[in-house]
C-alpha cells in the first residue's frame, strides 16, 4: 500500500518568507509526528498528533513554527518568516496509535527545505 | 527520561567484513529499542526492534541485534557488509511510564568500501 508521502521534496525559500510542508500519513494511521533532521544532529522531534487530540507542540523550537492536521489525515507544518538556521530535512512519520510504545514509526521521504 | 547514545558518527568497513554499530541506551524502566536505516534521500526505515522476549532480534538485510540488559546496550550487527549496505543508522528507545515519543540518536553513517 501506500507510504507516507510529504511535499514538496526541495523547497529553497528566501530569508522571512513563510512556508508550508505537507505530510500525507498511512491511511488509518492516528499517530503522526514531525522531526527536524539537521546535519549530524540527529532527528529532532517537533510536534504530534493523535487523532482529533490536542497536539504535543512541546518541540517546536519557536512560534514562528505551527502544525494542523486537518480531519486526523494530512497535515501541514508551517514556518513563518524564516531564517537560515531553519534550513534541514523535515521528516513526517505515522504509526498506528501515539499509545503504544512498540508500534514502529513510517517515514516520509522529507522536505528539504534551504533559506537563503 | 530515556536517552541513547550512538558511538561513532562514521563507521568504514570493507565489502565483506563484520559491521558493528554502538547503541546504548539509559531508562529507569524496561525499554523498547529499535533501528532504523536511512538510504540518501530516503526517510527512515525499521530494521528491527526489541519488545519483550528473546534477546537476540533478526531483522531484514540480514541485520540483527543483541539487548543486553547489564550492559544497556543494543548494538547491531551484520556478518559480512554489502555495498547496498551503505546508509545512516538510527537507534531509539521507548519505554513504559516515560514519553511515547521514542528518543533517537544521533546515528552512524557506514561507509563500505569495495
Known amino acids: 500500500g501506500a507510504g507516507v508521502s510529504q511535499s514538496p521534496s526541495n523547497k529553497v525559500t528566501e530569508k522571512g518568507k513563510d512556508v508550508e510542508l505537507r505530510c500525507d500519513p498511512i491511511?488509518?494511521?492516528?499517530?503522526l509526528y514531525w522531526y527536524r533532521q539537521s546535519l549530524g544532529q540527529g532527528l529532532e522531534f517537533l510536534i504530534y498528533f493523535q487523532g482529533n487530540s490536542a497536539p504535543d507542540k512541546s518541540g517546536l523550537p519557536s512560534d514562528r513554527f505551527s502544525a494542523e492536521r486537518t480531519g486526523g489525515s494530512v497535515s501541514t507544518l508551517t514556518i513563518q518568516r524564516t531564517q537560515q538556521e531553519d534550513s534541514a530535512v523535515y521528516l513526517c512519520?505515522?504509526?498506528?496509535?501515539?499509545?503504544?510504545?512498540?508500534?514502529?514509526?513510517?517515514f516520509g521521504p522529507g522536505t528539504r527545505l534551504t533559506v537563503t | 527520561a530515556q536517552s541513547v547514545t550512538q558511538l561513532g558518527s562514521h563507521v568504514s568497513v570493507s565489502e565483506g567484513a563484520l559491521v558493528l554499530l554502538r547503541c546504548n541506551y539509559s531508562s529507569s524502566v524496561p525499554p523498547y529499542l529499535f533501528w532504523y536505516v536511512q538510504y540518501p534521500n530516503q526517510g527512515l526505515q525499521l530494521l528491527l526492534k526489541?519488545?519483550?522476549?528473546?534477546?537476540l532480534v533478526k531483522g531484514i538485510n540480514g541485520f540483527e541485534a543483541e539487548f543486553k540488559k547489564s550492559e544497556t546496550s543494543f548494538h547491531l550487527t551484520k556478518p559480512s557488509a554489502h555495498m547496498s549496505d551503505a546508509a545512516e543508522y538510527f537507534c531509539?528507545?521507548?519505554?513504559?511510564?516515560?514519553?511515547?515519543?521514542?528518543?533517537f540518536g544521533r546515528g552512524t553513517s557506514l561507509i563500505v568500501h569495495p
Open positions: 491511511s488509518g494511521h492516528t499517530a
Open positions: 531509539a528507545v521507548s519505554a513504559s511510564g516515560g514519553s511515547y515519543i521514542p528518543t
Open positions: 512519520a505515522s504509526s498506528l496509535s501515539l499509545y503504544s510504545f512498540v508500534d514502529e514509526q513510517y
Open positions: 526489541y519488545t519483550t522476549g528473546a534477546t
